[in-house]
């Protein structure tokens, strides 16, 4: 077997292995992980043909809450059975359904929208592409939606250098977002596009948070939930550390600088 191969395989086992690392952290996920901009969302759906969404790997319901508050048709697919139940908990008049993006448990045409809060990038689309394209309308749309740290302010650009990337990737900040998620809607073997050229925006958004809760919040990300214990508690600590030495963030409340960063696609 070659060396890319090799490394294919290693970036599936590693996706598997950080994509199922959620459930153990249900109820701190849905008590410390952001919402969305509802300008983001706006921004996504505003050329769907209807009002059917379909919210997939939908967690524990944080976009879906929005979707739902926006007045969309919202059905939420989620493969983790502790993320499901937490959403159904939270928001037990949505149709939740276990499924995956590589099996959506839809008929075809079914939707208008397919959207994925921080989770698109979690998707094998060699299978994922077809699958949502399927239960897509004509014209629908696929959107992709990231709540990223704005390490333009200067407190949270040192937070991200003392966090390292287990806490906050290229995913989670917006200059490197774009390029990691420029091709995120096409077949990573070549394969054929089901959709058109993807357009990206970023939109205003921030979180209440004390050092603590940030701290919290950190702790729910997949590089963190994967790592032995002890690295991750002194990692965590570090950023507790940093946290308490700054004067923005040292006492009390604050709000975390975010943008909320949106690729969309229509489908062809």
């Not at 992980?33 to 759906?45: F, G, T």
């Not at 993320?83 to 959506?104: H, K, Q, T, Y």
């Not at 749309?141 to 200067?154: E, M, P, Q, S």
Request: charged residues 20%.
């Amino acid at each position: 077997m070659t060396g890319p191969d090799h490394t294919t395989e290693h970036h599936q086992d590693e996706r598997r292995l950080h994509s199922s690392s959620f459930g153990r952290a249900a109820v701190a996920y849905a008590e410390h992980r952001p919402d969305y901009a509802r300008a983001a969302v706006r921004w996504a759906l505003e050329a769907t043909p209807g009002p059917r969404v379909l919210d997939l790997g939908a967690g524990t319901g944080k976009l879906t809450a929005t979707l739902v508050a926006l007045g969309y048709d919202v059905v939420a697919v989620e493969p983790d059975p502790a993320m499901l139940a937490g959403l159904r908990g939270s928001l037990p008049a949505v149709r939740a359904l276990p499924g995956s993006a590589e099996a959506i448990p839809l008929a075809d045409g079914s939707v208008d929208a397919v959207v994925s809060g921080n989770a698109m990038h979690w998707f094998d689309m060699d299978v994922a592409g077809p699958e949502i394209a399927r239960v897509l309308a004509p014209g629908g749309i696929l959107a992709g939606l990231w709540n990223v740290f704005d390490d333009g302010v200067d407190w949270v650009a040192g937070l991200a250098r003392v966090a390292g990337p287990a806490a906050i990737g290229p995913r989670d900040v917006p200059a490197s977002w774009r390029t990691a998620t420029a091709r995120m809607h096409l077949p990573a073997s070549g394969g054929a596009a089901r959709f058109d050229s993807p357009e990206q925006a970023e939109f205003p958004h921030g979180q209440r948070r004390t050092a603590d809760s940030l701290v919290a919040t950190l702790a729910t990300k997949a590089g963190i939930l994967v790592m032995p214990e002890q690295r991750r508690e002194a990692l965590l600590g570090e950023a507790r550390a940093y946290l308490a030495a700054r004067p923005e963030t040292a006492a009390g409340e604050f709000t975390l600088p975010m943008l909320t960063s949106v690729l969309r696609a229509r489908r062809i």
